[in-house]
């Protein structure tokens, strides 16, 4: 089984350019995530889909980022304008309910976002 | 809101030995606990969970505590291993996923 796959991997931007992510969540998969994980801190939600819908983006900035699922596969991650605070890793996962009480993500390897 | 600690940035062990790796939480309506190994250049891959109305859960060499009247989980790893070199992540399952920032476990053989 194919995992997540996300790309590019690594990305250096300058701020206040626009930068997009792509993420590919394991087939069938109904739901998908994009974490912000800042160096030396765990990765913090941005935004949960489930198929083509939101279920949260209460912590999306959103005067500065969107995402998207169209078709309720694939997924795009942008920054437009970026910030230098905005340097991360960008994570994407993906999940289908299993078992009860079990919402196992998994996670792609990551896009290295740096801007200077 | 640090919803969910991991005090320690680091641990070294033993092969061999037990490794113990400690997450505590403020959130008393978490449902889910889970752990999360992360090496180099990849995203992190789950390990185990607990169920809150569950107070031990083992999978092989892994096991995890639950004490909820600490809000306090751990995770037990015996024997360690060099492959177990890794940072670990305490997840809590609440209206969203909740990280702590990481233990780097390094296992020395």
């Known amino acids: 089984e194919a995992g997540v796959a996300q790309s590019p991997r690594y990305k250096i931007i300058e701020k206040r350019q626009s930068v997009a992510f792509w993420c590919n969540p394991i087939?069938?998969?109904?739901?998908l995530y994009w974490y912000q994980q800042i160096l030396g801190q765990g990765p913090k939600l941005l935004i949960q889909?489930?198929?083509?819908?939101?279920?949260?983006d209460s912590q999306l900035p959103k005067d500065r980022f969107s995402a998207e699922r169209l078709k309720g596969v694939d997924s795009t991650l942008k920054i437009q304008p970026a910030k230098l605070e905005d340097s991360a890793v960008y994570l994407c996962?993906?999940?289908?309910?299993?078992?009860?009480?079990?919402?196992?993500?998994?996670f792609g390897p990551g896009t290295r976002l740096t801007v200077l | 809101d640090q919803q969910v600690k991991q005090n320690s940035p680091s641990l070294s062990v033993q092969e061999g030995r037990i490794s113990i790796l400690n997450c505590d939480y403020t959130?008393?309506?978490?449902?889910?606990f889970l752990w999360y190994k992360k090496y180099p250049a990849e995203g992190p891959t789950f390990l185990i969970s607990?169920?809150?109305?569950?107070d031990k859960n083992e999978d092989g060499r892994f096991t995890v505590f639950l004490n909820k009247s600490a809000k306090h989980l751990s995770l037990h790893i015996v024997p360690s291993q060099p492959g177990d070199s890794a940072v670990y992540f305490c997840?809590?399952?609440?209206?969203?996923?909740?990280f702590g920032a990481g233990t780097r476990l390094t296992v020395k053989p």
């Open positions: 997840a809590a399952r609440g209206n969203d996923m909740r």
């Open positions: 607990i169920s809150s109305i569950k």
């Open positions: 996962a993906s999940s289908s309910h299993g078992a009860v009480g079990v919402d196992t993500q998994y």
């Open positions: 087939s069938g998969h109904a739901t």
């Open positions: 889909f489930q198929n083509n819908g939101v279920v949260d």
């Open positions: 959130n008393s309506m978490f449902d889910y």
